[in-house]
């Protein structure tokens, strides 16, 4: 799955990424943000925007969840009190990430350093 991303679709799945945040930075229902039409392309790019996806979550906590879900088939296990916090569960798919081969693993990103209890 760790396959080399050409330049020209790291600007697609960047164009998209940009404009879903345009169009849904503003809305607090998750749910709409998960079903705004970029964020369904992405989706529907497949297995190819996983390594994207994940260095945007080394980056900071975003609403990657359904996206990395949907694709992969794979689900990361939440505590109770875990719940909507971001930083946690995108901390936790970068490590299913590392251990799935699915990136390889970098410098400690920032979601995986300092208190995950944001």
């Not at 990424?17 to 503003?26: I, K, L, N």
């Not at 359904?66 to 971001?86: F, Q, S």
């Amino acid at each position: 799955m760790n396959e080399t991303v050409d330049v020209n679709f790291r600007q697609v799945f960047s164009d998209l990424v940009e404009q879903w945040h345009r169009e849904t930075g503003f809305l607090s229902n998750s749910q709409k943000i998960v079903d705004h039409p970029c964020y369904r392309t992405l989706i529907a790019m497949g297995w190819k925007v996983v390594p994207l996806i994940i260095e945007e979550l080394e980056k900071g906590p975003d609403f990657w969840f359904d996206a990395l879900e949907e694709i992969t088939g794979e689900r990361v296990m939440i505590a109770p009190k875990e719940e909507g916090n971001l930083k946690i569960i995108s901390a936790k798919w970068v490590a299913l990430a590392y251990e799935k081969g699915w990136v390889e693993k970098r410098k400690t990103p920032a979601c995986l350093s300092g208190p995950q209890g944001d």
